[in-house]
């Protein structure tokens, strides 16, 4: 009877939002040089954020953004900060969406819900879709077109989005531009704090569990973690890294459960989150171009990371399992890595051996992927989305 109640409630509140859009929609001029921009789970970030501060230099936009928490802005003349997250329900930006010309978004939970003659909606997405698709995908749909990294993609994107391939554009993805122009050492994270390390690493694993539907069931651990799965593992990982002086930036997925190993504090192991790097006053994707190599597994971020040339390890531990809780979009997600796989600790030990040894076994194969798979292979994603919208 309440799950009754709540969606006759949810329902309501989308017929009350659609008649406040058809009322603006008909008192309202479209306004060519309006954007409304979304970042991922109501932030403001992702390549909506790098897009946006390019658009601002041209100096003729007015932008509206749709955010989880608008208190945590300042708003101008320039850039108004709205309300809207997930299937909130907000007339002020029922308004904006009636009047802007363009909507650029990231993630299928934005309420892109409506589109009027006119009007463009762009679904910017968030990475290389290596994982199979899962969840309800909300509201993807409603777009006109879509981004992908490049032209081999777009067949992928196409599949895991849902959508025609014809809606696919090859022009990158803004964020890739801010990770090209943050391509430093690893010694110049803010997170060394001081301290000289032979290598830093950023490790970006994707999540097993999560505090709602997301999570992979087959591939849970003590620890949220693949191949360390156990704390006495992720010990012995430390003093593997002490004995090389390379430190590990344990960067935790958005969706990823809370774990017990997360609160300990280790000297060559640090974790963070999301509140760490806005400490900084840095955005994701400038933090992880400080670094001397990446160690993720079945994450877009391997794509992107590509584009710095630096070396990277695959921890494939688990993916027999994954492919049969999740899945992938290709029968083998190899087809998009090149790096170290890394099944077990020898494995592991081997990467950090070659990375501290200056050993880089894979750059050749790290070229030809990038060539295959990149458009905006010299950071101008933003430079190409605005020639090809006229912007």
């Given at each position: 009877?309440?799950?009754?109640?709540?969606?006759?409630?949810?329902?309501?509140?989308?017929?009350?939002?659609?008649?406040?859009?058809?009322?603006?929609?008909?008192?309202?001029?479209?306004?060519?040089?309006l954007i409304i921009f979304e970042g991922q789970m109501g932030h403001?970030?992702?390549?909506?954020?790098?897009?946006?501060?390019?658009?601002?230099?041209?100096?003729?936009?007015?932008?509206?953004?749709?955010?989880?928490?608008?208190?945590?802005?300042?708003?101008?003349?320039?850039?108004?900060?709205?309300?809207?997250?997930?299937?909130?329900?907000?007339?002020?930006?029922?308004?904006?969406?009636?009047?802007?010309?363009?909507?650029?978004?990231?993630?299928?939970?934005?309420?892109?819900?409506?589109?009027?003659?006119?009007?463009?909606?762009?679904?910017?997405?968030?990475?290389?879709?290596?994982?199979?698709?899962?969840?309800?995908?909300?509201?993807?749909?409603?777009?006109?077109?879509?981004?992908?990294?490049?032209?081999?993609?777009?067949?992928?994107?196409?599949?895991?989005?849902?959508?025609?391939?014809?809606?696919?554009?090859?022009?990158?993805?803004p964020r890739n531009d801010m990770l090209m122009q943050n391509n430093?050492?690893?010694?110049e994270n803010p997170m060394v704090q001081g301290r000289n390390f032979?290598?830093?690493?950023?490790?970006?694993?994707?999540?097993?569990?999560?505090?709602?539907?997301?999570?992979?069931?087959?591939?849970?651990?003590?620890?949220?973690?693949?191949?360390?799965?156990?704390?006495?593992?992720?010990?012995?990982?430390?003093?593997?890294?002490?004995?090389?002086?390379?430190?590990?930036?344990?960067?935790?997925?958005?969706?990823?459960?809370?774990?017990?190993?997360?609160?300990?504090?280790?000297?060559?192991?640090?974790?963070?989150?999301?509140?760490?790097?806005?400490?900084?006053?840095?955005?994701?994707?400038?933090?992880?171009?400080?670094?001397?190599?990446?160690?993720?597994?079945?994450?877009?971020?391997?794509?992107?990371?590509?584009?710095?040339?630096?070396?990277?390890?695959?921890?494939?531990?688990?993916?027999?399992?994954?492919?049969?809780?999740?899945?992938?979009?290709?029968?083998?997600?190899?087809?998009?890595?090149?790096?170290?796989?890394?099944?077990?600790?020898?494995?592991?030990?081997?990467?950090?051996?070659?990375?501290?040894?200056?050993?880089?076994?894979?750059?050749?194969?790290?070229?030809?992927?990038?060539?295959?798979?990149?458009?905006?292979?010299?950071?101008?994603?933003?430079?190409?989305?605005?020639?090809?919208?006229?912007?």
């Amino acid at each position: 009877m309440l799950i009754y109640i709540n969606n006759s409630i949810k329902q309501c509140l989308v017929l009350i939002d659609k008649l406040f859009y058809l009322f603006f929609k008909t008192i309202t001029k479209i306004d060519k040089n309006l954007i409304i921009f979304e970042g991922q789970m109501g932030h403001f970030d992702e390549s909506s954020f790098v897009l946006y501060q390019y658009l601002k230099e041209k100096g003729k936009y007015k932008f509206v953004w749709m955010v989880k928490d608008p208190s945590k802005y300042i708003a101008s003349d320039e850039t108004k900060y709205i309300y809207r997250y997930r299937r909130s329900f907000n007339i002020m930006a029922d308004y904006y969406y009636a009047k802007a010309a363009y909507s650029f978004y990231t993630h299928g939970t934005s309420p892109i819900r409506y589109k009027r003659i006119g009007q463009m909606k762009i679904y910017i997405g968030h990475g290389y879709a290596i994982k199979g698709h899962k969840g309800d995908g909300i509201l993807r749909h409603n777009f006109d077109y879509a981004f992908a990294i490049g032209e081999e993609a777009m067949v992928t994107q196409s599949i895991f989005i849902g959508c025609d391939k014809n809606k696919m554009l090859p022009l990158g993805l803004p964020r890739n531009d801010m990770l090209m122009q943050n391509n430093k050492t690893g010694n110049e994270n803010p997170m060394v704090q001081g301290r000289n390390f032979s290598k830093v690493i950023i490790w970006m694993p994707t999540f097993r569990e999560t505090k709602g539907g997301l999570s992979e069931a087959n591939c849970a651990t003590e620890t949220g973690l693949p191949l360390f799965d156990t704390a006495e593992k992720v010990e012995k990982l430390n003093e593997l890294l002490c004995s090389y002086n390379c430190l590990v930036i344990l960067k935790l997925h958005r969706l990823q459960l809370e774990k017990d190993i997360f609160k300990r504090k280790f000297s060559n192991i640090i974790i963070i989150g999301d509140k760490e790097i806005e400490e900084f006053g840095l955005q994701l994707y400038q933090f992880i171009g400080l670094s001397d190599a990446l160690l993720t597994d079945y994450s877009s971020v391997s794509v992107d990371y590509l584009l710095l040339d630096k070396p990277i390890g695959y921890i494939l531990s688990d993916i027999d399992m994954y492919m049969k809780d999740r899945g992938f979009t290709s029968k083998d997600p190899r087809d998009v890595m090149a790096g170290e796989y890394i099944y077990e600790e020898n494995d592991f030990n081997q990467f950090i051996k070659d990375l501290v040894d200056e050993n880089d076994k894979y750059i050749e194969v790290r070229h030809k992927l990038t060539q295959r798979l990149h458009a905006a292979a010299n950071g101008d994603s933003c430079k190409l989305i605005c020639k090809y919208f006229s912007l």
